[in-house]
């Protein structure tokens, strides 16, 4: 499985940008792709999940600015993410793993729930 992030950037406070994931090696929408943030200083926190079987989602702190979509021709996971702010800014990485149903409860969150990331890509949002 190889995961492929792509579209960080330095950006200022409220503009957007999409991030992509593609995925090789593996049957896409048999397993399922999360995104995480990791900000400096502090550990790799969950942002959105999809399940393979169309079902997406992302967590409450960032819900109404980031959303979530799939483009399966393509392989590739998309997070949209509008009104950026500075307290966004981190390295973004997407991770394959077992299925599990969207939003993942308890430890299906946890990073070491996912066998397969990407390298990351980073977000810096400053003025």
């Known amino acids: 499985v190889q995961l492929v992030e792509s579209g960080g950037g330095l950006v200022q406070p409220g503009v957007s940008l999409r991030l992509s994931c593609t995925a090789s090696?593996?049957?896409?929408?048999?397993?399922?792709i999360a995104w995480f943030r990791q900000a400096p200083g502090k550990e790799r926190e969950w942002l959105s999940c999809?399940?393979?079987?169309?079902?997406?989602d992302v967590v409450d702190p960032v819900k109404g600015r980031f959303t979530i979509s799939v483009d399966n021709a393509k392989s590739t996971v998309y997070l949209q993410m509008n009104s950026l702010k500075p307290e966004d800014t981190g390295v973004y990485y997407c991770?394959?793993?077992?299925?599990?149903?969207?939003?993942?409860?308890?430890?299906?969150?946890?990073?070491?729930?996912?066998?397969?990331w990407g390298q990351g890509t980073q977000v810096t949002v400053a003025s």
């Open positions: 991770a394959g793993g077992p299925f599990r149903q969207c939003p993942y409860a308890g430890s299906d969150s946890f990073p070491s729930a996912f066998d397969s």
């Open positions: 999809t399940s393979g079987d169309g079902t997406t």
């Open positions: 090696g593996f049957t896409f929408g048999t397993l399922r």
